[in-house]
Nanobody
């Protein structure tokens, strides 16, 4: 699976961005898709994930109620809608794919990664 993330940019606190991750190479619908982020000097952390069949979504506590993950299997694309952005959301955001039905929230559980897209939230 090849992943291509896009949609990052500079936004003021309280603003919104939508990230996209286009997938190619394998049967997209059978993969767990996730978003992770890595801020400068920090470890990569889980943000959100979508189960392989699209039935369940998972979020880290700090983004619940603000971020929404979705997927369009027809377009082989997963999205991360980010609202009410805060300066602490500033990071490089990576999409990832996992060839399993089980959703996990650790980077090591995902074999496929996109190149990352930078999100900067100014105060």
């Amino acid at each position: 699976v090849q992943l291509q993330a896009s949609g990052g940019g500079l936004v003021q606190a309280g603003g919104s961005l939508r990230l996209s991750c286009a997938a190619s190479g394998r049967t997209f619908s059978s993969y767990v898709m996730g978003w992770f982020r890595q801020a400068p000097g920090k470890e990569r952390e889980f943000v959100a994930a979508f189960s392989w069949n699209g039935g369940s979504t998972y979020y880290t506590d700090s983004v619940k109620g603000r971020f929404t993950i979705s997927r369009d299997n027809a377009k082989n694309t997963v999205y991360l809608q980010m609202n009410s952005l805060k300066p602490e959301d500033t990071a490089v955001y990576h999409c990832a794919a996992r060839a399993s039905r089980a959703v996990v929230d650790v980077p090591g559980g995902y074999a496929y990664w996109g190149q990352g897209t930078l999100v900067t939230v100014s105060s």
